[in-house]
């Protein structure tokens, strides 16, 4: 377990991650949009404004840069390799996270894609931004299954500095501390023996 002055930085941080949950909240009420069922609705007048700004895809791509039109396949080829990881990291999360007792993610709390719905944007711009909100959800749930696996199987800071770390990364327990990886090893075996005993008398 992080001793009090990481836990009191970790609890800072996850403050600040609320704050900016709240700040994207409210600009729902800026831009006069709301969820119903989750789908999200527009004022009409404001999603007729909206219209009105979007660039016609055929301009669309009579004006942008050749290289990018070129390059374009090399993105989206990209999406096979995408899909067999949603596919192998979702049986992977089905089939061993029971047997370690491991709580499931959610895949649908990380990816998002509702972007293709707003008015002023062309069928291009929507096509890649559903693309974007596939990969880029997805390789945060997949990150998110990664650093649950590692938190139970090896739970323990590297001794360079990492760039950009997952959340529970700074829980684990920091490198050459022999003792307190034994004691949390020792925990968890406890946990788990309880967690069958209650199965068992249930």
Known sequence: MPNS???????????????????????RKQFNYQFNKKRIIFERVLFKAHKKLKTGSFRYLFNANPLVIITAPLIYVLIVPLLLLDL????????CFPVYK????KRRDYIAIDRHKLGYLNTIEKIGCMYC????GLLSYVGEIASMTEQYFCPIKHARKVKNPHDRYWSFVDYGDADGYV???DSKQNTNQEDDLS????
Do not use: H, P
């Open 5 to 27: 002055a990481i836990q009191d930085l970790i609890d800072q941080f996850n403050q600040i991650k609320k704050n900016l949950e709240t700040d994207v909240e409210s600009k």
């Open 133 to 136: 909100g596939y990969a880029n």
């Open 102 to 105: 491991v709580q499931k993610i």
């Open 199 to 202: 199965k068992k008398t249930k």
């Open 88 to 95: 192998f990291v979702s049986l992977y999360q089905a089939i």
């Open 183 to 185: 004691c949390r090893l």
